[in-house]
């Protein structure tokens, strides 16, 4: 075997390269390898949003009950393809069971813990870098639309809950409402002004990680899928793929919604099911929206940047489905319809689908592996990947070196399954 590195880092996605980047900062030698291509996966098509304001999980009460009067309508924001498979059921069912205020508390704790902390992180990292013109980086906050006055004592409660956390939202309506945010339709009930998030383009995003990452001394195997691992009983030594084997003295696994696929190689499950989400990329409308804006009723989002606009939404329980599906796409366009003046832009630049990791308590998957104690995970961080990747970077920095960590790491670990 050959070139050896201090961490091989399995995946290139946003999470992948934050780690990359707070491992290199930590004086440790490091090597990507990607079985596409940097940022072509779920970090390359999605909103945009780097948003604290979604630290509830999606276990709330009444989900269930929602979800399934969404699975009679075609254009809901939910499907859920029936299937035979055993791990998508059990995932389903243990998803239901977590839908109560009780069990809900702790993955908010956990999910606040870690956006706050990657909220602060991108402000550093891009500063530092020097970055926040070329990822078109915006902390102009975001607001989330309701068309229903139900909507808006509904968001009310939700805002209650991240309320506990130091971070507010405002509701506006009317003419304050129009002030604030012209694109938005005048007959909707109001929205909730969040100021904390922010939002960026993702692939500036990745590619400006990807440049900054090799300039430091990262080095990237592109096009080299991992096929097993070599052991020497609970360490791993190093990786086989399929352009070369590598050697490391630890191993990061941060392969998204693939995780689950590769937990057999390391003798244990990952319990990641992918949930497919869909966007819609075009010029920006003549009258685009100054922030980004969410559907609150359909579950879609709205993300101006400055070279081009972005629809995405729809969850999408399917497995690996590679068919876009028109019928989501056009869901997504009538609902940009129903909350904007000017639903898109004139030209279409990109129809896109990626796989989110959707973990059942709506916690990501942060620490050392069970069965071996060099090897660890970054993974499962649902809807939020971009919006955690920062925190998540210098976490498994920390926990990999040894130093202390900047948040409690005991929410995210790999065996609480």
Known sequence: MSEHTDVLIIGGGVIGLSSAYYLNRAGRSVRIVEQNTIGSGASHGNCGMVCPSHAPPLTQPGVVATGLKWMLKPDAPLFIRPTLNLRTISWLLHFAARCDAERMRPAMVARADILRSSRVAYDAFIEAEDLAAAIEWSPVGALFICREAATMDHCAEYFGLVAE?????VPLAGAELAAKEPAVRDDVAGAWY???DAHLRPDRLMREWHRVNLER???VSENSAVSAIYEDGDKITGVSTSSGPYTADSVVVATGAWSSQLAG??????????GKGYSITTTCPKLSPV????????RCIATPFQSGYRLGGTMEFSGFDPRLRQNRINAIRRAASEYLKEPEGDTVEELWYGWRPMTYDGVPIIGQ??????AYIAAGHNMLGLSMATGTGKLISELLTGAEPHIDPRPYRADRF
């Open 291 to 298: 922030h980004p804006c969410a559907f609150q009723e359909r």
């Open 369 to 374: 592996l069970p069965k071996h104690r060099n």
């Open 165 to 169: 956390f130091d971070m507010k939202a």
């Open 194 to 196: 969040f100021d904390l």
């Open 265 to 274: 190689m390391f003798h244990t499950q990952i319990p990641i099911e992918p």
């Open 217 to 219: 001394g990262v080095i």
